[in-house]
């Protein structure tokens, strides 16, 4: 708040405040605020190949198996938590446990949402993590963001049900994500009619900014120079974008299943890209980012695959086919996360030593375990970045321990040190040990 009418005082517009709030040099009148810290929490649908995705044993990462090869470069910030199960039982399917129970590890509530042989049941009966850690930091005036947090989708149909959501309020309070970036950056850069608007509201500062830029150091004036470039670019990035899409023909839609449109790999990066951009100008230090919907059938004709992804995930080992499929589809989205990393490998922490990604936990993970057995046990939870202060470089396995305790680990993290987290019954034995 300070920050703000500090800005005010110099007869700075409104729209200039998301672009100069984060910057060192304008908190000289604030006391000292402790490590920043953030969340992205990345999903991807329908399981792993676990002889493709986990190392050979627990200890040091070494050579990553196939999946995670694009993650190399960034191991040993990488951690690793094998058997981690998602114990929630009760009502609904799964799926719908799976995708439902694994941000919020509690119980769905009675429903008439039909799935697979198992009971009906509605909407999860509590708060996501993501969700209770972005109430925890917007308590404190000095983690307060703009947003608190922000929910991506790329290729989510438009559909609400408990296969389609993972982030939720509080009890029966599912968060529906933002599949269009040009929404998005609509949401981001304040009320624009059109994305042409973007351009005249960056006309609109530039004054302002020349006039601040006088008052900041050299570092401030490089990265608030850097950010204005970025939404320029980022601007017509989504220009383009726009017209690519209507030089493709409409995506076939089967009433049961999503198919996803050719330019779902573009859009993936844009909302990357508008993600790294929001976090960078301190707009949210909590994010999600979900690909599809449990149970999805995308078909991902870029990668060479016209299979419905749930299919796949279906078939046998023995299929070979199949089994190549999969290993292309879980390498691209492996692919994905490494943009993310890099992006924020790539992008200094204003005000401290490092990047973005030395101040930010990045993590990946999925309703299953491995498609074709529909189990929650040995869920992929992998980790990236030292923002949780963890120790990395490794792979830990809790041989079957409730993922509810991890949930908690996170919380603690950020230092909001919660007795329990979820059901209960599943947080007996406290918190996992990260350090």
Same mark, same amino acid.
């Given at each position: ?62 050579? #990553? +198996?196939? =999946?995670? /090869? ?8 990488? &951690? ?6 998602? @114990? ?120 302002? #900014? +020349?006039? =601040?830029? /006088? ?8 990265? &608030? ?6 939404? @320029? ?203």
């Amino acid at each position: 708040m300070i920050r703000r009418k500090f800005l005010r005082d110099f007869g700075l517009s409104a729209a200039s405040l998301p672009f100069l709030t984060g910057l060192p040099s304008l908190q000289a009148a604030e006391t000292v605020a402790p490590r920043k810290q953030r969340l992205i929490i990345m999903f991807s649908p329908n399981g792993t190949l676990p002889s493709q995705f986990w190392p050979d044993q627990p200890g040091p990462l070494t050579t #990553l +198996k196939p =999946i995670l /090869k694009s993650l190399e470069p960034f191991k040993d910030k990488m &951690l690793m938590l094998k058997g981690l199960g998602n @114990r929630i039982g009760g009502d609904g399917d799964g799926h719908m446990r799976g995708m439902s129970c694994l941000l919020t590890g509690i119980e769905l509530l009675p429903g008439n949402i039909q799935g697979g042989s198992d009971t009906p049941a509605g909407w999860a009966n509590g708060i996501s993590i993501d969700q209770e850690l972005k109430n925890f930091l917007q308590k404190d005036p000095v983690t307060r963001t703009r947003f608190g947090s922000l929910e991506f989708g790329v290729a989510v149909p438009d559909r609400a049900d408990p296969w389609t959501r993972m982030v939720y309020a509080g009890s029966n309070k599912p968060v529906a994500p933002i599949n269009d970036p040009y929404q998005m950056l609509q949401k981001l850069y304040g009320q624009l009619k059109d994305r042409s608007t973007l351009i005249d509201v960056l006309d609109d500062v530039r004054d302002d #900014l +020349k006039e =601040i830029s /006088k008052k900041i150091s050299r570092e401030d004036q490089r990265a &608030l120079k850097d950010h204005m470039e970025l939404v @320029r670019a980022m601007e017509g990035d989504l220009t383009r974008a726009g017209d690519q899409k209507l030089e493709h023909p409409e995506p076939e839609l089967d009433p049961n299943i999503e198919l996803v449109n050719d330019n779902t790999p573009e859009i993936s990066r844009m909302q990357i890209d508008l993600l790294v951009n929001a976090m960078a100008n301190n707009m949210t230090r909590v994010a999600t980012l979900q690909f599809m919907r449990s149970v999805g059938q995308a078909r991902m004709r870029w990668l060479e695959v016209e299979d419905g992804h749930h299919s796949l995930s279906h078939e046998p080992d023995k299929n070979a086919d199949a089994q190549k499929k999969l290993l292309r589809i879980n390498t691209w989205f492996a692919e994905e996360l490494a943009y993310l990393t890099k992006k924020l490998a790539d992008t200094p922490e204003l005000g401290a030593e490092g990047s973005m990604l030395d101040h930010t936990t990045i993590i990946w993970t999925n309703e299953l375990g491995k498609g074709n057995t529909h189990t929650r046990e040995n869920i992929p939870f992998l980790m990236l970045g030292n923002g949780a202060g963890f120790k990395m470089g490794r792979c830990v396995d809790f041989k079957g321990v409730s993922h509810n305790r991890f949930l908690m680990s996170l919380a603690h993290s950020f230092g909001h040190e919660l007795k329990s987290f979820g059901s209960e019954k599943h947080c007996a034995d406290g918190v996992l040990e990260l350090g």
